[in-house]
């Protein structure tokens, strides 16, 4: 069964490095989103992609936040200088388009430590 | 702004019994997803329920949608312990494709032998 794929599982890194968050969505899926879990928190949008530009984005996806789709397999959420207050567990999913029952797909996730 | 409330947060029932997990959302949007997560996993899909009335069942979980009430139940019948997770639900606005889920806080269900 098709599913989304993440990279890295878990990350660390240093507050004000750069990391990159890597995605491979369902193939014939064309939204794609990006979410994040603090933990022991609920589960918070932080942008929806469709056709190579920004559908919508929640007000935690400020400056410092980028995405992109490289290539036409991978989805990447960029954080520029990372602050303690991102660390969380990072969920992509994706969705099909033109379906009325549009179940978003989640990947396994990326837990992001920022110290 | 679409707010999303799941009661209880915390559940521990016994092996066999039933209960009822409930989800008030803010929105006229009538498309309506539960999700379960096992610790440190991510979110598998469980319904998605898209009109007043929806009903849907699958093993020992069943979901139903009250669009007018702006609720959805979550029913386990004669829970076993491989039920033990966090439940969300999940609401979008129905406008258009691709829309943002809004999460409730989870209903972390313990199912005790």
């Known amino acids: 069964e098709p599913e989304v794929t993440q990279t890295p599982s878990h990350q660390v890194t240093q507050m004000g490095q750069e990391v990159i968050l890597r995605c491979v969505p369902i193939?014939?899926?064309?939204?794609f989103y990006w979410y994040r879990q603090i933990l022991g928190q609920k589960v918070e949008f932080l942008v929806s992609?469709?056709?190579?530009?920004?559908?919508?984005k929640s007000e935690i996806f400020d400056d410092q936040f980028s995405v992109e789709r490289p290539d036409g397999s991978n989805f990447t959420l960029k954080i520029r200088s990372t602050k303690l207050e991102d660390s969380a567990m990072y969920f992509c999913?994706?969705?099909?388009?033109?379906?009325?029952?549009?179940?978003?797909?989640f990947g396994p996730g990326t837990r992001l430590l920022v110290l | 702004e679409l707010k999303v409330e799941q009661n209880p947060l915390f559940l521990s029932m016994q092996e066999g019994k039933n209960y009822t997990i409930y989800c008030n959302y803010s929105?006229?949007?009538?498309?309506l997803y539960w999700y379960r997560q096992d610790p440190g996993k991510s979110l598998e899909s469980l319904f998605v329920?898209?009109?007043?009335?929806a009903v849907k069942q699958e093993g020992r979980l069943m979901a139903s949608l009250d669009t007018k009430a702006r609720l959805s139940t979550l029913h386990i019948t004669a829970a076993v312990h491989d039920l033990s997770a966090t439940y969300f639900c999940?609401?979008?606005?129905?406008?258009?494709?691709?829309?943002?889920?809004?999460f409730g806080e989870g209903t972390q269900l313990t199912v005790n032998p």
């Open positions: 999913a994706s969705s099909e388009v033109g379906q009325y029952q549009e179940t978003q797909y």
């Open positions: 992609f469709y056709n190579n530009e920004i559908s919508e």
């Open positions: 329920l898209l009109s007043n009335g």
């Open positions: 999940a609401v979008d606005r129905g406008e258009t494709s691709g829309s943002r889920l809004t």
């Open positions: 929105t006229t949007s009538d498309r």
């Open positions: 193939s014939n899926h064309l939204y």
